[in-house]
């Protein structure tokens, strides 16, 4: 699945048959080894690796019932869980490398409106939702739906539904939570209690919102299972953006989207102005050098600088998205002489921020000149999928 905006690749996602998804799956498992030392657990949930769990995972409802108070940090793992203790648990984030898939006992069900946290008592509400009225709003009826215990986090969508469609995906979370503490009680672990909704149903539930033009696929029965989605979800008034693609050549070479995937494998990317960035990805963090390259379009070289850089800002926020960078990224923007030209980069790179839908966040800018981010590792990036990907299995 590709996301584009005005024709230019912003996302994309794979699946495949051979590599099941399991982040988002809940699991009853089984404590294989603890290691206090560490600070973690590996728990056996039937798959084929163990899953990692730090004792910063370990729920406020554990925590009570083995004596600790939650308010006062995290416990020593081994005097919460031990060898053969079974647990609930859920996927959070998938292995990389050799490196196992992370769990949680932190549990959390995403819905088209809500969030739910079956196990954390507290409110949220998306960072995208700028309106303070609609925060307000939100949170009041929050209040008014959870039981004590319980979370919710209202998602970006949330703000343009009704009441009545905010409870109705409450009571289907809470619905879908009891179905799996009933299923727990007679399971004998290692047992799937909760399996995620598919890669095609996650992004539609997520990110087909108002701003949407259009849904695009490439046959009529892929439109109707989408639109049978829809429907179940509640969604209805988003079928008349579903289409199929009715031209000769094929839907992602008619978009240019392979093209575009060909070039995120560039260390270069060229910039509209002439200037050009530079992306290097290494284990510790990913660093980003800007280059005013043959930007001649400005007599004045301070305001080439300044077009380069506000570009690059740009430009950078979008490679983030496509390249699925995460971690710590450090940019070298060209050497900006006015306070009111490094205000005006800041700016630039904080609000093109605000369009990740992973959390990405400008931490600082330093002495040196160099801006710091830190995005949300939510997986592999696009290099490593594409490079550990069989996509002929």
Do not use: C
């Not at 690059?312 to 070298?332: K, M, N, P, T």
């Amino acid at each position: 699945m590709a996301i584009l905006e005005d024709d230019r690749l912003m996302e994309i996602y794979y699946g495949h048959p051979s590599q099941e998804k399991t982040v988002g799956n809940v699991y009853k498992g089984r404590v294989e080894d603890v290691l206090p030392g560490m600070g973690s657990a590996f728990v056996n949930v039937g798959e084929k690796q163990s899953l990692f769990l730090s004792q910063n995972e370990i729920n406020d409802g554990l925590l009570i019932e083995h004596g600790f108070k939650p308010w006062q940090g995290a416990a020593p793992i081994n005097k919460v869980l031990r060898p053969g203790d079974t647990v609930i648990l859920q996927v959070r984030r998938a292995g990389i490398g050799s490196k196992n898939p992370q769990g949680t006992t932190k549990v959390s069900l995403p819905g088209r409106f809500w969030v739910f946290l079956p196990t954390e008592d507290r409110l949220g509400v998306s960072r995208r939702i700028e309106s303070v009225r609609a925060q307000r709003r939100l949170r009041r009826v929050a209040r008014e739906l959870k039981k004590e215990g319980e979370g919710l986090i209202a998602r970006t969508a949330a703000q343009w539904a009704s009441d009545d469609d905010l409870e109705r995906d409450y009571q289907f979370l809470a619905e879908t939570w009891a179905g799996v503490v009933s299923a727990a009680r007679a399971a004998s672990a290692p047992q799937l209690l909760y399996k995620a909704m598919g890669l095609v149903q996650t992004v539609l539930r997520d990110r087909l919102l108002p701003d949407v033009e259009e849904v695009v696929v490439d046959s009529p029965f892929f439109r109707e299972k989408i639109l049978s989605f829809l429907e179940y979800m509640h969604m209805s008034e988003y079928e008349n953006r579903i289409r199929v693609h009715r031209e000769k050549s094929p839907l992602f070479e008619h978009h240019r989207v392979e093209e575009q995937i060909q070039e995120t494998q560039a260390r270069r990317v060229g910039l509209a102005g002439g200037g050009f960035i530079v992306i290097d990805e290494t284990e510790a963090l990913t660093a980003i050098d800007v280059n005013t390259g043959s930007d001649v379009r400005h007599k004045n070289q301070q305001a080439a600088i300044l077009n380069t850089n506000l570009e690059a800002a740009s430009e950078i926020a979008r490679q983030l998205r496509l390249r699925q960078i995460s971690g710590i990224i450090i940019v070298d923007f060209v050497d900006m002489e006015s306070p009111e030209h490094v205000e005006k980069v800041t700016e630039k790179v904080k609000e093109e921020l605000k369009n990740d839908r992973v959390s990405a966040d400008f931490i600082d800018l330093t002495a040196l000149g160099l801006v710091e981010i830190t995005r949300k590792r939510e997986g592999e990036s696009l290099a490593g999928m594409l490079e550990n990907a069989d996509f002929d299995a």
